[in-house]
């Protein structure tokens, strides 16, 4: 069974909209931020990526929210991942702590650009081996 990774997130209040709950447009921040700390703990980084021509990008975005983080509130953004293809499929959740309470989630698809072409990335199925499943 693959594993789900977790980074734990504090809301910094200028995140915050005028209402005091985070603006929804940094929770996609968070899910990139999340993707990112994966990548890292993986031994993957961007940098030596694109230096190899080697881009991972995001092709669709599809959020979901739920219920509003406000400021100074911890919570942790997981990660399943899928594999379909060509097209790795981040199952993503940001869950506030210590209630327990899901404030979002989504499906963040990402395909590689390798050398200026979809194509198939041997070095993240590598990379990300303990955390894929595999459809």
């Given at each position: ?24 447009a940094i929770y996609l921040h968070y899910f990139e931020a999340t993707r990112h ?99």
């Amino acid at each position: 069974m693959a594993l789900t990774f977790e980074n734990k997130m504090k809301v910094r209040d200028y995140e915050c909209d005028s209402q005091g709950v985070v603006n929804n447009a940094i929770y996609l921040h968070y899910f990139e931020a999340t993707r990112h700390e994966l990548m890292e703990k993986c031994g993957l980084r961007l940098r030596d990526l694109t230096e190899a021509n080697i881009l991972p990008v995001v092709r669709n975005v599809n959020i979901s929210y739920r219920n509003s983080l406000r400021g100074s509130e911890e919570f942790v953004c997981s990660i399943k991942i899928m594999r379909k293809g060509v097209r790795y499929l981040f199952h993503q959740q940001i869950v506030r702590v210590p209630d327990n309470t899901l404030c979002a989630d989504a499906v963040i698809e990402v395909v590689c650009l390798i050398n200026s072409k979809v194509a198939k990335p041997d070095i993240f199925d590598k990379a990300f081996a303990d955390y894929i499943n595999w459809e």
